[in-house]
T-cell receptor
Framework: AQKVTQAQTEISVVEKEDVTLDCVYE???????LFWYKQPPSGELVFLIR??????QNEISGRYSWNFQKSTSSFNFTITASQVVDSAVYFC?????????????FGKGTLLTVNP | GAGVSQTPSNKVTEKGKYVELRCDPI?????LYWYRQSLGQGPEFLIY????????DSGLPNDRFFAVRPEGSVSTLKIQRTERGDSAVYLC?????????????FGPGTRLTVL
């Protein structure tokens, strides 16, 4: 079964600070996908990134970057120069488990508050 | 609109009543999912459709919950004899496929309140 742990329940930073959100996942599968979603106060989940288990190359998209390390089962997300609009709940979610290649398993998320 | 839409956005009902929640996926997406999100929690999987058929309904809490997708597009989640514990945000998502094509795009949700 898939399990994801986001140990940080809440993080509060001041605008322009860098912030890293941690994600540790557990799976017995050798092939899997990991997702990050953002849920702003409006409530709609916004897809940010998908990585597969074969590709450990880090990825950068604007102010966002992701560090995927299979050896430590971590898929951390960093926001550089945070902005107030980054305030949201962020979810790390592995896909699959038990032969499923469609079911997302969400953790409890990390509430990020960026203060002006 | 290009995104997933859900109606109604809010639904308030009384305990014991029947409710229907509707989801209109992104055009061309064959896979459709329902999730339920309780306050302070991440979404939990309810059911997955591939085309018209429910491929996995293992997340439905009990037999009061049922979902259909008769034409492979719009889906309706039906809850009979609602209970206060059913209060949550019900999220619908769709994707082009599964596996490597499983980038699930979510709708805004329906907030269900059972009094």
């Amino acid at each position: 079964a898939q399990k994801v742990t986001q140990a940080q329940t809440e993080i509060s930073v001041v605008e322009k600070e860098d912030v890293t959100l941690d994600c540790v996942y557990e799976t017995r599968d050798t092939t899997y996908y990991l997702f990050w979603y953002k849920q702003p106060p409006s409530g709609e989940l916004v897809f940010l990134i998908r990585r597969n288990s074969f590709d450990e190359q880090n990825e950068i998209s604007g102010r966002y970057s992701w560090n995927f390390q299979k050896s430590t089962s971590s898929f951390n997300f960093t926001i550089t120069a945070s902005q107030v609009v980054d305030s949201a709940v962020y979810f790390c979610a592995p896909l699959g488990g038990g032969g499923s290649n469609y079911k997302l398993t969400f953790g409890k998320g990390t509430l990020l508050t960026v203060n002006p | 609109g290009a995104g997933v839409s859900q109606t109604p956005s809010n639904k308030v009902t009384e305990k014991g009543k029947y409710v229907e929640l509707r989801c209109d996926p992104i055009s061309g997406h064959t896979a459709l999912y329902w999730y339920r999100q309780s306050l302070g929690q991440g979404p939990e999987f309810l059911i997955y459709f591939q085309g018209t058929g429910a491929a996995d309904d293992s997340g439905l809490p009990n037999d009061r919950f049922f979902a259909v997708r008769p034409e492979g597009s719009v889906s309706t989640l039906k809850i009979q004899r609602t209970e206060r514990g059913d209060s949550a945000v019900y999220l619908c998502a769709s994707s082009q496929g599964t596996g490597r094509y499983n980038e699930q795009f979510f709708g805004p949700g329906t907030r269900l309140t059972v009094l």
